[in-house]
Each structure stands twice: as structure tokens, then as C-alpha cells.
């Protein structure tokens, strides 16, 4: 119900475009949110979003350069990636609370999970 797709493998300082497709769900009203999980590492929160898409909330290791925004009409959320670093490089997820909450960092919340999508960003 949750499809992610636009990882790759790209340099230091590009940038990239998560998609998360929604569906079979009301996931307009859902709070919804990015994850990672970089190799030997724990996942971590990347980014939220409110129904209302005025309402987000980002990690500090991605703030300023990551931006996360929805389309309910298409039931869709990204994430735009700017300036990538290595550190980056991690196995990205979509998430969502099937209601409407504030947003969550703490990933056991979410009901929902796609089933990622690699990022790499070599230096």
C-alpha cells in the first residue's frame, strides 16, 4: 500500500527525488513520514508531514537540505534531497500513522511501511 521509487547512486552534492504511492488506503488524513537505514546502523527518522501539509518537522543531520511535501489529491509524498553527503547512503522508507496525529519520530508508531528504496551517494 506504500511503494516507494526514485533511490540511486549519485555523487556528493547532487541531489535526488523520493516518490512514496499510496493506496488502498485514506492516506490524505494520515500523518506520513521518511525513515533510513544505513548498513549495520539503526533506522532513524528523516522527515514528517501532517495531513495538512503546512505542519513538518525534519532530522538535524538533513535540515536545510531535505524538504518533505505531499499531494493528497494524488496520495503521494516526497522527498526532495539536496547537497547529498555520503552519509546519506542508506535504505529509505516510507511510513504512515493511519490517523491523524502529530508527527512521530519514533518509527514503532507507524503503521504502515514501504519496502524502501536504496539510496547511495558515493564521495
Known amino acids: 500500500q506504500l511503494a516507494e521509487s526514485g533511490g540511486g547512486l549519485v555523487q556528493a552534492g547532487d541531489s535526488l527525488r523520493l516518490s512514496c504511492a499510496a493506496s488502498?488506503?485514506?492516506?490524505?488524513?494520515?500523518?506520513m513520514a521518511w525513515f533510513r537505514q544505513a548498513p549495520g546502523k539503526e533506522r532513524e527518522f528523516v522527515a514528517g508531514?501532517?495531513?495538512?501539509?503546512?505542519?513538518?518537522y525534519y532530522a538535524d543531520s538533513v535540515k536545510g537540505r531535505f524538504t518533505i511535501s505531499r499531494d493528497n489529491a494524488k496520495n503521494t509524498v516526497a522527498l526532495q534531497m539536496n547537497a547529498l553527503k555520503s552519509e546519506d547512503t542508506a535504505v529509505y522508507y516510507c511510513?504512515?500513522?493511519?490517523?491523524?496525529?502529530?508527527?512521530?519520530?519514533?518509527?514503532?508508531?507507524?503503521?504502515?511501511w514501504g519496502q524502501g528504496t536504496q539510496v547511495t551517494v558515493s564521495s
Open positions: 511510513a504512515a500513522i493511519a490517523r491523524n496525529t502529530a508527527i512521530v519520530t519514533t518509527g514503532r508508531a507507524y503503521d504502515y
Open positions: 488502498g488506503r485514506p492516506f490524505s488524513s494520515y500523518a
Open positions: 508531514i501532517r495531513w495538512s501539509a503546512g505542519y513538518t
